[in-house]
């Protein structure tokens, strides 16, 4: 039970430091296009130079936590879970082949992956926040409820919503490939 809410925490930290990322980067993307960006072009430069590696380190922990949380916490994944999960473990890979053979063209069919992946674990932090919304989940009485959560942290992080965090990193990241010259 400490392993579970020492890795809870941890995740939870890094789902916070994600989201100030994501908010940071669409600042700097208003800033951009109000000509506002001179002093932050180091910090751009340097995020898009480091883009797959970061990438790498996004999707691997964001598999590695949803295996902990399944395996180890013995967490039983819903439907909606399960569909986050198919989105994601394969860009870990993927990304791996990526940074050794320096191909930033993965871009073209890793952002669809994390779209949708973004959109599945959107929706389940919803239904999460709004039980009352319609789900199919668990609605048969097979598997865990996509409308329960095992944690709430800091007033609003879930699994879903480190989903969704992981999911909007990836998003950017590859965007800023596709925006590279």
Same mark, same amino acid.
């Given at each position: 039970?400490?392993? $579970?809410? /020492?890795?809870?925490?941890?995740? /939870?930290?890094? $789902?916070?430091?994600?989201?100030?990322?994501?908010? =940071?980067?669409?600042?700097? !993307?208003?800033?951009?296009? !109000?000509?506002?960006?001179?002093? !932050?072009?180091?910090?751009?430069?340097? +995020?898009?130079?480091? +883009? =797959?590696?970061? +990438? !790498?380190?996004?999707?691997?922990? +964001?598999?590695?936590? /949803?295996?902990? &949380?399944?395996?180890?916490?013995? &967490?039983?994944?819903?439907?909606?879970?399960?569909?986050?999960?198919?989105?994601? &473990?394969?860009?870990?890979?993927?990304?791996?082949i990526a940074m050794l053979r320096k191909d930033k063209d993965i871009k073209v069919y890793m952002l669809p992956l994390s779209i949708i992946g973004l959109l599945f674990s959107g929706y389940h932090y919803l239904l999460q926040i709004n039980p009352n919304l319609p789900s199919t989940c668990g609605i048969t009485g097979a598997g865990a409820s996509c409308s329960a959560s095992f944690f709430m942290n800091f007033g609003y992080i879930t699994i879903p919503m480190m989903a969704f965090t992981a999911f909007g990193l990836l998003t950017i990241g590859y965007l800023s490939l596709r925006n590279k010259k």
């Open positions: 039970m400490a392993l $579970t809410s /020492s890795v809870t925490t941890f995740l /939870s930290v890094l $789902t916070v430091i994600g989201d100030a990322v994501i908010v =940071l980067t669409i600042l700097l !993307f208003i800033l951009k296009k !109000f000509g506002v960006n001179k002093p !932050f072009d180091k910090l751009i430069s340097f +995020a898009r130079k480091n +883009a =797959l590696w970061m +990438a !790498f380190v996004v999707a691997t922990t +964001a598999t590695l936590g /949803s295996l902990f &949380y399944s395996e180890i916490a013995q &967490y039983n994944p819903c439907k909606l879970c399960w569909m986050q999960r198919i989105f994601m &473990y394969p860009q870990s890979i993927v990304l791996l």
